[in-house]
């Protein structure tokens, strides 16, 4: 390459050596991933772009990550799938900040770019403050999700999807009912039955200063028996989703031993469970498997310090 195009040809780094420095910690790479995200597809592919951006967010930088996002976005010739990942990103930010950058996403041209915003428009708590007009443009593209989301109706992930989706934006009996489809139509996998429990424990937390989570649990629980009686009803539920999804996760822990993620979440499930010592060992698994991964190490330690005051 040195005899071909001399020595002043360019020499950029490779996105792999900035993605490593994301995923360790390294501050100075921070700066090497904002360049390179601007950067022009001959020196930078999209793909390569839009993962470093994606990692910016991830690795807790969600400030400049954001900024990087807008940067993107000001640009409508950008490529679709940079443009949907800095969409994604925005969802991130305030409610008030997404909704300036996102409600212009909803018409697109990119139909990527679309589903993108309006997802982050949800997930950052925007469409919650939204009304009149601006509501019922993004109802329209929420619907336009549903519609996409439903072409694999067949497979659990999408009912999966669409009750997060659904969840995050307060309707919570639609939720509940994309979640029992996500299980009807795959009884088998792991995943539907714990989040439908995390839901309804959510609102039975937060029934007792939340009228909205009141009216949800009444909804999905009928409204003929006290609340106090309905939000007992929701955390059995709840228990009983979780006894029946534990058998899947283990499973899923022996089929993919080597997976931190699957030994991480099969490690919380015993725990709920109550089994201590059970959960001690997956988490431990999870712990050596990614010892970089801070989240698995402090579950752990957690757990030993719960285990060591129960033996007192």
């Known amino acids: 390459c040195d005899r071909w195009y001399g020595d002043d040809r360019q020499t950029p780094a490779h996105y792999g050596e900035i993605l490593h420095g994301l995923r360790s910690g390294d501050s100075g ?184 989570a009141q009216s949800a649990i009444v909804q999905l629980f009928g409204g003929s028996g006290a609340l106090n009686e309905l939000m007992n009803q929701a955390s059995e539920k709840a228990a009983q989703l979780r006894r029946d999804e534990l058998p899947l996760l283990g499973r899923d822990a022996k089929l993919a031993s080597n997976n931190a993620d699957v030994q991480y979440r099969y490690g919380l499930a015993l725990y709920l469970s109550g089994d201590l010592l059970a959960a001690e060992k997956q988490l431990q698994r999870a712990a050596e498997l990614a010892p970089d991964v801070e989240i698995f190490s402090t579950a752990l330690q957690l757990l030993r310090e719960r285990i060591n005051q129960s033996e007192k």
């Open 29 to 212: 790479s921070i700066a090497k991933a904002l360049r390179y995200v601007m950067e022009p597809p001959e020196i930078a592919p999209v793909l390569a772009r839009a993962t470093t951006l994606d990692e910016l967010l991830q690795s807790g930088r969600g400030r400049e990550a954001i900024s990087a996002a807008k940067a993107v976005l000001k640009d409508s010739n950008e490529h679709p799938i940079l443009r949907a990942t800095a969409a994604r990103v925005m969802g991130a930010s305030g409610p008030s900040d997404a909704v300036k950058t996102l409600m212009p996403l909803l018409a697109d041209p990119s139909r990527l770019v679309r589903s993108e915003a309006t997802k982050a428009l949800v997930s950052s708590g925007g469409y919650q403050t939204l009304s009149g007009t601006r509501q019922k443009q993004a109802d329209l593209a929420i619907d336009a999700i549903e519609d996409e989301l439903m072409l694999a109706s067949d497979r659990a992930g999408a009912h999966m999807a669409w009750a997060s989706l659904s969840e995050q934006r307060g309707d919570y009996l639609e939720a509940a009912e994309a979640y029992q489809n996500a299980i009807r139509v795959q009884p088998s996998m792991s995943g539907p039955r714990t989040n439908y429990a995390s839901m309804l424990d959510q609102l039975v937390s937060a029934a007792a200063q939340s009228r909205e």
